[in-house]
């Protein structure tokens, strides 16, 4: 996202819209590699909050420039082939989940929001630890130094 911020600047105003979940677990700082009691879903928990932060993060550092960024849980387990090997059953279709993230895009009242995190059309409240800002620098400090091409491995690139 850093990268296009040049060319999303220069096409402002611009919205960024992250899908997110509802599905949100705590962050161990610790241990953001999983590298003890790796749990699937437990990972996908934490990427999904991981991401919001992000948000809230990015909302804050790119609002002044005509970009706002927002995340949206858009339905209940839409029918993706991650929800089916899963072994978990569809309630939502894929067009159900595109309505709230288009509606992110498009609704003129919606215009300048920036920082939100959305459950469907509505403004909802993420995990609690999104709206500590200390934990979300500590965050974004980790990722930066972990993706950095310094840190890269020659496997990784």
Known sequence: MRE????LAASAPVRVVNVASMG???????DLMFTRDHDAVQAYCRSKLAMIMATFELAA???ERGITVNAV???HLMDTSMVREGGLTPVTTVDDGVLPTRQLITDSD???????Y??????ARAHEQAYDPAVRA???ARTDAMTSAAALTPQQI
């Open 73 to 75: 849980h858009p339905a």
């Open 110 to 116: 919606l215009r300048g929001v920036t920082g939100r």
């Open 61 to 63: 550092q790119l609002e």
């Open 24 to 30: 949100q677990a705590p962050i161990d700082l610790d």
């Open 118 to 123: 959305f459950f469907r059309f509505d403004e």
């Open 4 to 7: 296009l911020t040049p060319l």
């Open 138 to 140: 500590a965050l974004l």
